[in-house]
């Protein structure tokens, strides 16, 4: 009987951290590239009372042993990075990736982070920056005199230079970083995630080409949380978390029951 209502306590926990997971989804519903967070359980250490196979007499075997669990726990949250729809802006700094890949900024500590959220813009030296002023990298420096920017499917930023004759320069090329598990970045916050031993290196290359998505200019993309589909399971989570404290309330009016036996 204690058994149960330890493993009805764990169960009531790990829906109270899954409920903590689809109330950042829906936080974040409106996030530019966020990817939103699957809980993902497993049960716990069982009590083995008689293994499966245990012999018998006659040369028989028992098929089926007796074991019980202890309830379950939470052991791992997964980024789902599926794509997010894109929006349209009409604004040239805004960037969004058709398939796979990272946009790579510069964080204050000198490394490199990886983001999905294209949403850039210029700094007061002229360098394309995101919301939170990381500068893109490889860097690209905007001229002030440049009247009108281009960015092609395959990264190439080009500028109008305004004078007597306009003249179109090439300013560089975004390059984009992929992972061989995505799945192992540490979010870190600000739309951005870093590199881990579970990641893998990163790989740069060209939008476009050899698995890379391509980008598209003047829109970003929105985050992939599907509002309906997290208020199902928000609903499945509180289901959940009753039946848990039910059977903590069964246990404890069986051993209430028990506790009243008089001789």
Known sequence: MIRSLWSGATGMSAQQFHLDVISNNLANVNTTGYKRDRAEFED???ATLRLPGTPIGGGGSIPTGVQVGHGTKIVGT??????GPLEET???????????GFFQV???????GYTRAGSFSKD????????NGYILQPEI??????????ITEDGTVFATIAGSVKSTEELGKIELARFTNPAGLSAMGKNVVKETAASGEPKTGTPGTEGFGGISQNFIERSNVNVVEEMVNMIVVQRAYEFSAKVIQTADAILGAANTVKR
């Open 124 to 131: 007061a030296e002229g360098k394309i920056v995101n919301q």
């Open 44 to 46: 716990l250490l069982y």
């Open 106 to 112: 510069l964080l204050p500590d000198g490394e490199v």
């Open 141 to 150: 420096v905007v001229p002030e005199d440049a009247t009108e920017i281009s």
């Open 78 to 83: 997964q980024k789902i990075y599926s794509a």
């Open 90 to 100: 009409q604004n040239p700094y805004d960037l969004a990736i058709e398939g796979q």
